[in-house]
């Protein structure tokens, strides 16, 4: 038969309250550790992603360096097309040949539209090709609301995201290129005697930032994407919408600050840890230990923390033979304003069946006295 045990779990944080209230038509803030949504404003509506399309133009080129296809080295040639693009500039001239590890810093740093589609058409012919293969990577690293029609966040209403995707495309670059990703602090730097700033300031003014990206257009609005690394801690925010540079600015810092301040990492269960015992019929041992398969670590505020709950089930008796590390149950958490979390349950240990005789006397007595005996 089924058997079940509720725990309740509470633990105590700093003051987690929810009731601010952001300028950001859409917002996220992610843990990039643990992957739960810290907070969260229309976080699958629709966005015009804006420069913030850069970092899967980036991760492109990351990718393509991880496998060796390209070096940082490689020169690719300025065309016309990328010359007269406007918007935000790294300046190369037509004609040009560009090396991949300045077109990176005129992409990340400078934000450079023109950069953005010299590594499109080399690496792809043209923009549009190079736009599906944008679009084949977001379907890979799970990005369900994104369609890009150009390499560098250019207006165009099929053109789009949301800050969710947004963040697990920063996060998958972050993960996947950590060598690479470093660029993304990079504060300025010099091209055709030029020198440009890194259009992120929070990475002069916020300890810990050390990417990703800012966008704007008229439309959007100003946005960034922007990764900070605080006591081995890693938050995601992304934001949009905004009507200055200063707002972004201010509700980047405010929504890093909140994450640090109110919420932390709490293990709920250690990989292996014991959960409770069960019996154990016609086995050669009477009882076996349940133990959790997997380490499970959340980010929690205090109002969820104080209300987490955890239901275990699983078969009691067991009938041997059972193998080590064998599924036998299920642990349920349940968190206010999450998904529901199923984690598999396992024996501790093997336990091999009784002999022929002994199995049919331990039987018999089990139903009995409603005990197990050891042979």
Same mark, same amino acid.
């Given at each position: !038969?089924?058997?079940?045990?509720?725990?309740?779990?509470?633990?105590?944080?700093?003051? *987690?309250?929810?009731?601010?209230?952001?300028?950001?038509?859409?917002?996220?803030?992610?843990?990039?550790?643990?992957?739960?949504?810290?907070?969260?404003?229309?976080?699958?509506?629709?966005?015009? *992603?804006?420069? !913030?399309?850069?970092?899967?133009?980036?991760?492109?080129?990351?990718?393509?360096?991880?496998?060796?296809?390209?070096?940082?080295?490689?020169?690719?040639?300025?065309?016309?097309?990328?010359?007269?693009?406007?918007?935000?500039? !790294?300046?190369?001239? !037509?004609?040009?040949?560009?090396?991949?590890?300045?077109?990176?810093?005129?992409? $990340?740093?400078?934000?450079?539209?023109?950069?953005?589609?010299?590594?499109?058409?080399?690496?792809?012919?043209?923009?549009?090709?190079?736009?599906?293969?944008?679009?084949?990577?977001?379907?890979? $690293?799970?990005?369900?609301?994104?369609?890009?029609?150009?390499?560098?966040?250019? *207006?165009?209403?099929?053109?789009?995201?949301?800050?969710?995707?947004?963040?697990?495309?920063?996060?998958?670059?972050?993960?996947?290129? +950590?060598?690479?990703?470093?660029?993304?602090?990079?504060?300025?730097?010099?091209?055709?005697?030029?020198?440009?700033?890194?259009?992120?300031?929070?990475?002069?003014?916020?300890?810990?930032?050390?990417?990703?990206?800012?966008?704007?257009?008229?439309?959007?609005?100003?946005?960034?994407?922007?990764?900070?690394?605080?006591?081995?801690?890693?938050?995601?925010?992304?934001?949009?919408?905004?009507?200055?540079?200063?707002?972004?600015?201010?509700?980047?810092?405010?929504?890093?600050?909140?994450?640090?301040?109110?919420?932390?990492?709490?293990?709920?269960?250690?990989?292996?840890?014991?959960?409770?015992?069960?019996?154990?019929?016609?086995?050669?041992?009477?009882?076996?230990?349940?133990?959790?398969?997997?380490?499970?670590?959340?980010?929690?505020?205090?109002?969820?923390?104080?209300?987490?709950?955890?239901?275990?089930?699983?078969?009691? +008796?067991?009938?041997? +033979?059972?193998?080590?590390?064998?599924?036998?149950?299920?642990?349920?958490?349940?968190? +206010?304003?999450?998904?529901? $979390?199923?984690?598999?349950?396992?024996?501790?240990?093997?336990?091999?069946?009784?002999?022929?005789?002994?199995?049919?006397?331990?039987?018999?007595?089990?139903?009995?006295?409603?005990?197990?005996?050891?042979?």
């Amino acid at each position: !038969m089924k058997f079940f045990i509720l725990f309740l779990i509470s633990i105590f944080i700093i003051n *987690p309250s929810h009731s601010f209230e952001l300028k950001s038509s859409n917002a996220i803030v992610f843990d990039y550790d643990t992957n739960d949504i810290l907070y969260q404003k229309n976080l699958d509506k629709i966005i015009q *992603p804006a420069s !913030m399309t850069k970092i899967m133009t980036a991760y492109i080129v990351f990718d393509q360096l991880k496998d060796g296809i390209l070096s940082l080295d490689d020169e690719f040639k300025v065309s016309k097309n990328a010359y007269l693009k406007g918007g935000s500039r !790294m300046f190369v001239e !037509m004609g040009d040949r560009v090396k991949v590890r300045e077109l990176l810093l005129g992409i $990340i740093v400078q934000s450079g539209n023109d950069a953005s589609i010299v590594v499109a058409e080399n690496i792809s012919g043209s923009e549009e090709s190079f736009a599906a293969l944008m679009n084949k990577y977001a379907k890979e $690293i799970g990005m369900k609301n994104t369609n890009f029609t150009n390499s560098s966040g250019w *207006p165009d209403k099929n053109h789009y995201s949301s800050v969710y995707d947004i963040a697990i495309l920063s996060k998958s670059l972050i993960k996947n290129f +950590p060598k690479l990703y470093e660029i993304f602090k990079e504060k300025k730097f010099i091209y055709n005697n030029i020198r440009q700033y890194n259009r992120n300031k929070l990475i002069n003014s916020y300890e810990g930032v050390d990417g990703l990206k800012t966008g704007y257009t008229e439309e959007a609005g100003f946005g960034i994407s922007v990764s900070s690394l605080k006591d081995d801690r890693r938050i995601i925010v992304v934001v949009t919408g905004l009507k200055t540079g200063s707002e972004r600015a201010t509700e980047a810092e405010f929504l890093l600050d909140w994450a640090y301040r109110n919420t932390k990492h709490y293990v709920i269960f250690e990989k292996g840890q014991i959960l409770s015992t069960t019996d154990v019929w016609l086995g050669k041992e009477k009882s076996l230990d349940i133990i959790t398969s997997q380490q499970l670590t959340k980010s929690l505020t205090l109002e969820q923390s104080q209300n987490l709950e955890i239901f275990i089930t699983y078969d009691k +008796p067991m009938e041997a +033979p059972i193998e080590k590390n064998q599924v036998i149950g299920k642990a349920r958490i349940i968190i +206010p304003d999450r998904n529901i $979390i199923t984690v598999d349950l396992i024996s501790k240990d093997e336990i091999k069946r009784s002999k022929s005789i002994f199995r049919l006397f331990s039987a018999l007595k089990y139903l009995i006295f409603g005990n197990i005996v050891n042979e």
